[in-house]
Nanobody, 123 residues
Framework: VQLQASGGGVVQAGGSLRLSCAVSGLPFGANAMGWFRQAPGKEREFVASINWSGHTTYYADSVKGRFTISRDNAKNTVYLQMNSLKPEDTAVYYC?????????????????WGRGTQVTVSS
């Protein structure tokens, strides 16, 4: 199983980035997908999750209205569009997969994890 995250980088506050996570080795359409992040010195935290069909999404309060999670089951890829970025969004972002509801994934994390991509927001 491989989850390959990409799209991170350095951006100024107020800017945008789009993360992608390409998945292989598991039935992508049967899994909820999610994004988590870990800032230096902090624990990993939930960001957003999406159910298998893409019709149900779930967000952390800190990113609601700024981030959008989506998926393309034909491409086995999940995305995280991040707008109005803030310095406090700086972290390593990880994608995850779990055969569960997106709400359960928010509480329990993933069964499978990618390696992460660094997002740095400068003030």
């Amino acid at each position: 199983v491989q989850l390959q995250a990409s799209g991170g980088g350095v951006v100024q506050a107020g800017g945008s980035l789009r993360l992608s996570c390409a998945v292989s080795g598991l039935p992508f359409g049967a899994n909820a997908m999610g994004w988590f992040r870990q800032a230096p010195g902090k624990e990993r935290e939930f960001v957003a999750s999406i159910n298998w069909s893409g019709h149900t999404t779930y967000y952390a309060d800190s990113v609601k209205g700024r981030f959008t999670i989506s998926r393309d089951n034909a491409k086995n890829t999940v995305y995280l569009q991040m707008n109005s970025l803030k310095p406090e969004d700086t972290a390593v972002y990880y994608c995850a997969a779990r055969r569960s509801s997106p709400q359960t994934m928010a509480l329990t994390g993933g069964n499978y994890w990618g390696r992460g991509t660094q997002v740095t927001v400068s003030s």
